[in-house]
């Protein structure tokens, strides 16, 4: 297993004072499948971010197959970019565009600036997105406009958007935590299924411990900024888990309450 | 006297003085202009007379003649819209600060449409006159500067509301700077777009209605024209033909609004 991604050190202070990353050291291999746990507020959203620069790092090192991120100029941070998908907590998808648009995005890092300008994707690029949206159970949504979906579909559509970009990692912001439980499986399933098959390594953030026990390889654990559990799903004892929370345990199997009704057909997609 | 008490007396002591000092600068105000209130009330018959009898019934004798003026106009209106939203769209993209491409453009450029937007638009057609000269040409300046600093203004706020979620997306898949406005700002800023639009359309013939009163051209020209030539009835028909042209424009524009949002 080749190692894909290695951050050293990296920290992140934001401007008001708040440290959100305290020195966090850690290397993703290719294939592997992790949770990144701990309660609101650890910093798990900025870790992400900062792998893809949303959010600049103040300092430490990101390397992600043998290029220094956070280095990169603005080129070189595109290419990084287009390799890494990711998924957000809400969705993120043009609401006024349709389905298969918000998925073609995917394509923008790997087309000229004018080519996606004016929409010229490839016949093979559209194949495959109509492909993906099969995949999940959305052929029937395809020219749907994004904002006609329910939160699943949403979320599932956000998930062929990151792997249109056929990446080598996916980064995850708290999939499910806007979505019931109904949804919520299904998209992890969805998540996990083509990562699985595509070999594609992920990292996501979760804050039910269960969800992160059920389909992770490995599990990380935050706390105020720095990692204070890293090994896998069977190392992780109730004692770690109740480490990683104290004080907020609430959140440890917190379902958040559905924003919005599971999909009508009820029918389970992975 | 306890503390509540004097809180009161305070409070109504306030209230007293602004009063007083409302009514001194009125007085004065009253006094530095000669503002004679007799002149005033006497003046009310002469202007319902003037109103009631010399405008009326309106002269529809000629009402050929103003056709050309009427196409004047939505021409201009037409024109002065079409012309205005492509600048001011530039300009409201370099200017919103979630696209510019740098704050010194931003400020540069907020500072230059905030000082065209704040000479009256009839300034600007009085300067564009004699610059110009009588004709078609100032008036359709004066509302393009209209338009841009209006627009300006709109989009780039329209810009800065939309939805920063589906922009952080679509860079975060490596998107250039242009995908990403052509992707996941232009689409969500297309309503805000159409409508305020429509509304700067509105405006413009509204706008170009008066701008004949500076001698710019269109139908606000025939008022200025009638007037002079004490064509009193006449003035009442260009009155009459501008209320329908403005209200069949709005509802036309109300109708494409309807359609396309």
New interface residues.
């Given amino acids: 297993m080749t190692i894909l991604l290695e951050i050293k050190g990296l920290t992140k202070k934001y401007n008001a004072g708040t440290v959100a990353l305290d020195g966090i050291d850690l290397q993703v291999k290719s294939k592997e499948f992790i949770a990144v746990i701990g309660p609101s507020g650890a910093g798990k959203s900025t870790l992400l971010r900062c792998i ?1 620069r ?1 959010v600049e790092p103040t300092s430490g090192s990101i390397d992600f197959l043998g290029q220094r991120v956070e280095k990169a100029n603005s080129r070189d ?10 998924i ?1 907590q ?8 349709s389905v298969l ?1 918000n998925v073609l ?7 000229s ?2 080519a ?2 004016f929409n010229r994707y490839s016949e093979e690029d559209k194949k495959k997105a109509i492909a993906l949206l099969h995949k999940v159970g959305l052929e029937n949504e395809v020219y749907k406009r994004a904002d006609e979906l329910s939160g699943g579909q949403k979320q599932r559509v ?1 998930v062929c ?1 990151a792997l249109a ?1 056929q990446p080598q990692l996916i980064l995850a912001d708290e999939p499910i935590a806007s979505l019931d439980p109904k949804s919520s499986a299904v998209v992890m399933d969805a998540i996990h299924r083509n990562c699985t098959e595509q070999g594609i390594a992920c990292l996501v953030n979760l804050h039910q411990v269960e969800v992160a026990k059920q389909y992770a390889s490995r599990i990380i654990g935050i706390k105020n900024g720095k990692m204070v559990f890293d090994g896998p799903p069977e190392a992780l004892t109730d004692y770690h888990a109740a480490l990683i929370y104290e004080g907020k345990e609430s959140q440890m199997y917190q379902q958040q309450v559905a924003e919005e009704q599971p999909n009508p057909t009820g029918r389970k997609y992975a | 006297m306890n503390r509540a008490e004097m809180l009161a007396r305070q409070r109504k002591a306030k209230r007293l003085l602004s009063l007083l000092l409302f009514v001194a600068a009125t007085l004065f105000s009253v006094w530095f202009i000669e503002f004679d209130i007799m002149e005033f009330l006497s003046g009310i018959p002469l202007f319902l007379n003037f109103l009631f009898v010399d405008f009326m019934p309106p002269n529809l004798d000629d009402l050929s003649k103003y056709l050309q003026p009427v196409l004047d106009t939505l021409a201009f209106g037409v024109v002065a819209t079409v012309l205005s939203s492509v600048i001011a769209l530039i300009i409201a993209f370099l200017m919103a600060h979630n696209t510019s491409p740098h704050p010194v453009v931003r400020v540069v450029l907020r500072s230059i449409i905030s000082f065209i937007r704040n000479v009256p638009f009839l300034v600007w057609a009085a300067i564009l006159v004699v610059l110009f000269g009588v004709g078609t040409m100032p008036g359709i300046f004066a509302l393009i500067l209209l338009g841009i600093g209006f627009l300006s203004r709109l989009y780039a706020e329209s810009i800065e509301e939309i ?1 920063k ?2 922009v ?12 990403k ?4 700002i232009i ?2 800023f ?2 805000g777009y159409i409508s305020w639009t429509l509304f700067m359309f509105e405006i413009t013939i509204r706008a170009s209605a008066i701008l004949g009163i500076v001698g710019a051209g269109g139908i606000g020209s025939q008022i200025k024209l009638t007037m002079d030539l004490f064509q009193y009835s006449s003035t009442a028909t260009v009155v009459v033909i501008m209320i329908i042209m403005i209200l069949v424009v709005e509802y036309v524009t109300q109708r494409i609004r309807e359609r396309l949002l």
């Fill in positions: 893809n949303l941070l595109r290419h990084v970019r287009s390799q890494i998908g990711m957000f809400h969705y993120n998808l043009v609401s006024r565009l648009e995005h995917g394509r923008l890092g790997y087309m600036s004018i996606g300008v956000g958007r970009q | 939805d979620h589906a952080e997306a679509v860079e975060a898949t490596g998107a250039t700077y242009l995908q406005l052509r992707q996941a689409p969500q297309m309503p």
